[in-house]
């Protein structure tokens, strides 16, 4: 009876710690007032504290020496920005460094556990999203109309045609699900889903009914789905194919190349998934400026706008909001890596947007307010708030992609959630992005030391 009890209390135990990483990673989106759903994986606080006071008791400070080197290293960067300019910390980023420093916490604490359990974290959201998919089509509300991919709409009406015109054949057919807002904010998470599960089946490490569940998975997602999705999965796999090539059985491998050369086509052949790579012109003279400033800005502009034609030809068609935003954002990082070299300090980027904002007096008012905090992806963010310390971080994934030590399946899971959201991510503390990081570092050291 006792070793029933037993049973039962660890089946309760990894079903809630593996809910909590699952709120973390995938439920980023669910909120209420003040209450949002990732914040649930502060529960493992508790825990994670007991750990670290049997391992002082024990005299074992390897957790101690790590938390000491990040702190140092976090609050120094954010202070000597803080100084030299003059400002005051922002509560946005004093509270970002300390839930950094929780995550980072939890992760080492939980970093074998997870990486035990990847296979029942991907299980539980799969069926957490379609469950929330079967709820909505009951209450069901039209999503965007245009978007990268997707089915065309064909339950035309008079209303509906009425309603869009000459463009009701870009109309695709999708609906509003609870869990994530936006078709991209699945995207951003769905490639190490599929990728991972894909894997799973060609090894036939699967049962028939995760086999459905996957198999409706997919199909969900081609029909909620975005630029984010085709090409953070297009990416994931050509830089994991190339580094771990050998690693791959043949069923893999041709599964893998099929998928990429799919969204290749759908990617080239949707208009509206070719717009997200034109730059979206705009206007950069301003009276205000002295002729000299206005001349070289005159000059930057026709550069831009040569090469917003060219592209323009090559693809066919004109950019959009999105596709403004986000090369926005990669101007901004240009002019920040050169003007402030060490980064602006963590979850700054708001700053630096507001700084070249009024510095290149660029009035946009259709992209003022969008992504001044996220970046629009964590590469731009990454090298506006680290500036060339990025290059650290990105030979970590490097490093963990090519070491032939680490497990496959480690690499499926993580590497496209970080490879995606660093083309089109929404910050540190959506999608998983820095829980995410710190498992693999602190996987990468665990392998590494093993290996010394």
């Known amino acids: 009876m006792n070793l029933l009890n037993s049973l039962n209390i660890s089946k309760i135990k990894l079903f809630l710690i593996t809910f909590l990483v699952v709120s973390f990673i995938f ?115 039209p999503d965007a109309p245009y978007f990268c991919g997707g089915i065309p709409n064909f339950f035309y009406s008079d209303v509906f045609l009425e309603k869009y015109g000459d463009r009701v054949g870009d109309v695709r057919l999708s609906f509003k699900e609870f869990i994530f807002l936006e078709n991209s904010h699945l995207g951003m998470i769905a490639p190490s889903v599929i990728i991972y599960s894909i894997y799973k089946v060609a ?4 049962s028939v009914k995760k086999i459905f569940l996957l198999s409706t998975f997919i199909v969900i997602c081609f029909i909620k789905s975005s630029t984010t999705l085709y090409v953070g999965t297009i990416s994931s796999l050509i830089l994991i194919i190339l580094f771990n090539y050998k690693s791959l059985n043949q069923k893999t491998l041709i599964s893998f190349l099929i998928l990429i050369m799919l969204f290749f086509i759908t990617i080239i052949s949707n208009k509206e998934c070719r717009q997200r790579f034109v730059p979206t012109d705009y206007n950069l003279i301003n009276d205000t400026l002295t002729s000299s400033d206005n001349q070289k800005m005159s000059e930057d502009n026709k550069i831009n706008k040569d090469i917003s034609n060219k592209i323009k030809t090559i693809l066919n068609t004109d950019g959009n909001l999105s596709s403004g935003i986000y090369f926005q954002a990669l101007i901004i990082a240009k002019e920040s890596i050169v003007e402030k070299p060490f980064g602006w300090g963590l979850n700054r980027y708001d700053q630096a947007f507001n700084y070249y904002q009024k510095l290149n007096h660029k009035k946009i008012d ?9 970046g629009t992806n964590n590469l731009v963010k990454i090298v ?69």
Request: with cysteine.
């Open 366 to 374: 259709s992209l003022i307010s969008f992504n001044n905090k996220d």
């Open 384 to 452: 506006v708030e680290f500036g060339i310390f990025g290059v650290l971080f990105y030979s970590l994934i490097l490093l963990f992609l090519i070491n032939n030590n680490i497990s496959l399946e480690l690499k499926l899971f993580y590497l496209p959630f970080i490879i995606t959201q660093s083309l089109r991510g929404a910050g540190y503390f959506n999608g998983g992005f820095v829980l995410i990081v710190f498992l693999m570092l602190f996987t990468y050291i665990r392998v590494y030391k093993k290996n010394i």
């Open 27 to 141: 439920l980023f989106d669910l909120k209420s007032e003040y209450f949002q759903f990732r914040f649930l994986i502060l529960i493992l606080l508790i825990p994670s504290t007991i750990k670290l006071l049997k391992d002082v008791r024990e005299k074992n400070f390897k957790f101690l020496k790590l938390f000491f080197i990040l702190f140092v290293i976090l609050f120094f960067h954010i202070g000597l920005n803080i100084y030299y300019e003059k400002n005051q910390l922002t509560n946005y980023s004093l509270f970002g460094s300390i839930f950094l420093i929780f995550v980072f916490t939890i992760s080492y604490y939980y970093f074998d556990f997870i990486n035990r359990n990847i296979d029942l974290i991907n299980q539980l959201f799969i069926i957490i999203f379609l469950l929330s998919c079967v709820i909505s089509i009951f209450f069901y509300q």
């Open 203 to 206: 090894s036939k490490e699967i």
